[in-house]
């Protein structure tokens, strides 16, 4: 399974969340896992989203503004979702985009919450792809005013972001069977990187000397992390066992040799999971998560966790310093006494 598969998980998780608001982020996990393991069997291929066939119907400015953003090399499916929601609001505001209100923006997400019940979390996603259209053409000039400047960020129930406990990811350590397990778990927790990164780094982005990591992932850019002295050694273990000659860092098992996919590292790290007593959805990101949390804990200023997520606002990793339960424990330990 591919980027087609990738694509079309996304836009399920995306009408999950929309029309299922009910669910708990780890009862959305667990479908999506479900998902990956029926999906597996089959091969599944997109349709063509080349910007002229799915943007029929779209004003003009759309079209420009959807192909300014592919030239800045957003991922694809990021692409497809921002698609997707202007085609949604342009087929209900049928005005020309010179002509639309701060109320006409009002009224369509009024209409849309309501029709289709999501939550003020999906809501503001929808929000937010309105709103970066509308300053875009602001800032390039093909519109006056921006109508999406007066209206405010919807007000949403900020959830805890899961990560494991030092104990729980001991179990996970423990639990691993192979070198390749050991390698990829101590890989993504040491380096904090992204899925999509871990699946195509090579053996030449790996410095032993310096335990520098080149990484390259999201958004198209590029970022170093580091490998701690467990990630060292059992990678080092790891590359000594291999008989193949490709140049991925972490490669099937099968014949023909080649890069794990992302799917693969998501269903090894579910059956790590299940051979401990662990109850949360253990993935790529939760073990990010907990990098960060534990940086944080651990004292690592806020602007050097932003550069080793690879994080452009450091707004995103102050996620990390509110919910770092364990840090403010601690402190409480040595301030109140």
Known sequence: MGNAYEMMKNEFCMALTERCAFLAADQVETILQQLDQVAYNYSIDAKPTDLSVPSDGLPELAKIYLAAKTIEGLADSTMYNKLLMLKMFFSEVRKPVTDITANDIRVYLYNYQKTRNVSNISLDKVRMALATFFKWLAA??????????????????????????????????????????????????????????????????????????????????????????????????????????????????????????????????????????????????????????????????????????????????????????????????????
């Not at 002295?229 to 991925?248: G, N, P, T």
């Not at 579910?270 to 949390?293: C, D, G, L, N």
């Open 140 to 337: 390039e000039g093909y519109i006056q005013k921006d109508p999406a400047t007066t209206i405010k960020p919807l007000k949403v129930e900020k959830k805890q972001r899961q990560s494991l406990s030092q104990i729980e990811l001991e179990y996970i350590r423990k639990a691993c069977c192979t070198v390749r397990e050991r390698a990829i778990v101590e890989f993504l927790y040491s380096t904090g990187c992204r899925i999509s990164e871990l699946v195509h780094i090579k053996k030449s982005d790996v410095d032993f000397l310096t335990d520098e990591v080149h990484l390259f992932g999201k958004g198209r850019k590029h970022r170093t992390s580091y490998l701690n002295a467990k990630a060292h050694v059992v990678l080092q273990e790891y590359l000594a066992a291999r008989k193949d000659d490709s140049e991925y860092l972490f490669v099937r098992t099968r014949r023909p040799v080649g890069r794990l996919s992302t799917d693969a590292v998501r269903s090894m790290l579910r059956e790590i999971s299940k051979r401990t007593s662990i109850t949360k959805p253990v993935s790529p990101h939760i073990i990010r998560h907990t990098t960060a949390t534990q940086a944080v804990a651990n004292g690592m200023p806020i602007e050097e966790v932003r550069a080793l997520l690879g994080h452009e606002n450091v707004a995103t990793t102050m996620i990390y310093v509110e919910t770092s339960d364990e840090h403010v424990h601690n402190s409480h330990r040595k301030a109140v006494v």
